[in-house]
């Protein structure tokens, strides 16, 4: 089992950057890890995983090029850098930790950060 807990996050204007991070506890090193984001009124959608080594990314569509997910296992930490921010990016941000092979349905990443607000204006 892996407990999450999320720092970063806040108000920027468009084409800003920020940095989320996501520390874990323990077996961090065995889960693949995502970054999944919800905003108001809207289901929770998936946004980049990672896969144990770090070697593999996947990304939807809309954040490629802006956003890069990276992990450092001997920190037990995973990281979403976001640049390029754009309005419609507003969102709460979680990170998740699964077991299961590539997968962007939330329904199968049972381990949660306690989600942080990213906001930015036009």
């Not at 991070?21 to 919800?38: D, E, I, N, T, V």
């Not at 850098?81 to 939330?106: F, H, W």
């Amino acid at each position: 089992q892996v407990q999450l807990v999320q720092s970063g996050g806040g108000l920027v204007q468009a084409g800003g950057s920020l940095r989320l991070s996501c520390a874990g506890s323990g077996f961090f090193s065995s889960y693949r890890m995502g970054w999944f984001r919800q905003a108001p009124g809207k289901e929770r959608e998936f946004v980049a995983h990672i896969s144990l080594s770090g070697a593999s990314t996947y990304y939807v569509d809309s954040v490629k090029g802006r956003f890069t997910i990276s992990r450092d296992n001997a920190k037990n930490t995973v990281y979403l850098q976001m640049n390029s921010l754009k309005p419609e990016d507003t969102a709460v941000y979680y990170c998740a930790g699964t077991s299961r092979t590539i997968t962007t349905q939330p329904r199968e990443w049972p381990y949660w950060g306690q989600g942080t607000q990213v906001t930015v204006s036009s």
